[in-house]
């Protein structure tokens, strides 16, 4: 008996529960005969043009990836580096968590079907990650900003929102700032965690204690590459970084043309707060979001007065994209893997 509450007692348990709390709420907010009505306004053409800007947007989401192992002298067939973005994103969408999860296998990929070193593989992805999150969290804190002022939500709640956004936004930025001069983060927290580590390592076996040690000297050696790739490889950066732009000016794009065809054309703010909504989501400890994603839809078309029902659609629609992507990514990385 005492198991049993304990195992109640788990996180996974009460994300579990909160996902059904959201389902629920959604049912009783939306009419699923209106949620088919808004979908059976896509017509085939629709759903191809939907198709071909996803696939655009899939296919730039590399380009800073290619651009760092380029310029590490590490070269890598673009087409192949999309392949294997492709089946990170099955891995991190299927992942409990905020879209992370499948670095791992990129850095995999490329170590066993290219021979790029291990530091340098490291190295490119914790690069193309750290861009990534720059680039998104600064859309995050910009829509955050906006959403605030606004008045979408005011008073205490719209600064703890903004505060959220400069906070993760702090992250990336101060990340790449230190490695720009020369600096060590990643080696800070390893230090730090080797204390925590070790005082319990007589409880573990030999040969985990030597894995932690071979996989912090391998982050030691890869943020010093990092560290010399920023300051050796500015142009790089700059690209990397312009590169980002284009894929987020995409995907603004693509979340519009989805909305259009669904019967709501937004404003630019207006679609600006809906985005936020749903990419603020999207981080929540969830596979994929699932729950967060959809209430967030229906609750930002109900503050911007539109039919919810169009939300849920969204939702939907946002939801058998990326399985079907994710899918096809796990099928892919089982190939290549």
């Known amino acids: 008996m005492v198991t049993s509450w304990k195992q109640v007692w788990r996180p996974r348990y009460w994300l579990w529960l909160a996902v059904l709390l959201l389902l629920l709420w959604i049912l009783q907010t939306v009419s699923l005969r209106e949620v088919w009505q808004v979908l059976s306004r896509l017509g085939p053409g629709q759903i191809l043009a939907l198709v071909l800007a996803n696939g655009l947007i899939l296919v730039t989401m590399s380009g800073r990836w290619w651009l760092v192992l380029g310029a590490q002298g590490n070269p890598v067939p673009y087409f192949t580096l999309v392949g294997y973005r492709l089946a990170a994103f099955g891995v991190s969408y299927f992942t409990p968590g905020p879209h992370f999860g499948g670095e791992p296998l990129q850095v995999y990929l490329v170590r066993r079907r290219h021979g790029v070193p291990g530091a340098a593989a490291v190295a490119a992805v914790?690069?193309?990650?750290?861009?990534?999150?720059?680039?998104?969290?600064?859309?995050?804190?910009?829509?955050?900003?906006?959403?605030?002022?606004?008045?979408?939500?005011?008073?205490?709640?719209?600064?703890?929102?903004?505060?959220?956004?400069?906070?993760?936004?702090?992250?990336?930025?101060?990340?790449?700032?230190?490695?720009?001069?020369?600096?060590?983060?990643?080696?800070?927290?390893?230090?730090?965690?080797?204390?925590?580590?070790?005082?319990?390592?007589?409880?573990?076996?030999?040969?985990?204690?030597?894995?932690?040690?071979?996989?912090?000297?391998?982050?030691?050696?890869?943020?010093?590459?990092?560290?010399?790739?920023?300051?050796?490889h500015p142009g790089a950066l700059w690209l990397a970084g312009l590169v980002s732009m284009v894929n987020w000016l995409l995907m603004v794009a693509?979340?519009?043309?989805?909305?259009?065809?669904?019967?709501?054309?937004?404003?630019?703010?207006?679609?600006?707060?809906?985005?936020?909504?749903?990419?603020?989501?999207?981080?929540?400890?969830?596979?994929?979001?699932?729950?967060?994603?959809?209430?967030?839809?229906?609750?930002?078309?109900?503050?911007?007065?539109?039919?919810?029902?169009?939300?849920?659609?969204?939702?939907?629609?946002?939801?058998?994209?990326?399985?079907?992507?994710?899918?096809?990514?796990?099928?892919?990385?089982?190939?290549?893997?």
């Open 126 to 232: 914790t690069l193309d990650k750290l861009f990534e999150m720059l680039v998104n969290f600064s859309f995050l804190l910009g829509g955050l900003i906006f959403v605030v002022q606004q008045q979408v939500f005011s008073g205490p709640a719209g600064l703890l929102m903004a505060g959220v956004g400069l906070g993760m936004l702090a992250v990336p930025v101060l990340t790449l700032a230190t490695l720009s001069r020369g600096g060590a983060p990643f080696s800070w927290a390893i230090r730090f965690t080797d204390r925590i580590f070790l005082e319990e390592s007589r409880r573990l076996r030999f040969v985990r204690v030597r894995s932690y040690q071979a996989a912090a000297g391998l982050i030691k050696t890869s943020e010093r590459q990092a560290a010399a790739f920023c300051r050796q």
């Open 254 to 337: 693509e979340y519009w043309l989805a909305l259009h065809f669904l019967g709501a054309t937004l404003t630019p703010a207006q679609t600006i707060i809906a985005l936020t909504a749903a990419r603020m989501a999207i981080l929540f400890p969830l596979p994929g979001g699932l729950g967060a994603l959809e209430a967030s839809q229906v609750l930002a078309m109900q503050l911007l007065g539109l039919d919810p029902a169009i939300g849920l659609s969204l939702s939907l629609l946002i939801r058998a994209r990326d399985v079907v992507v994710g899918g096809i990514g796990l099928w892919w990385g089982g190939l290549k893997s």
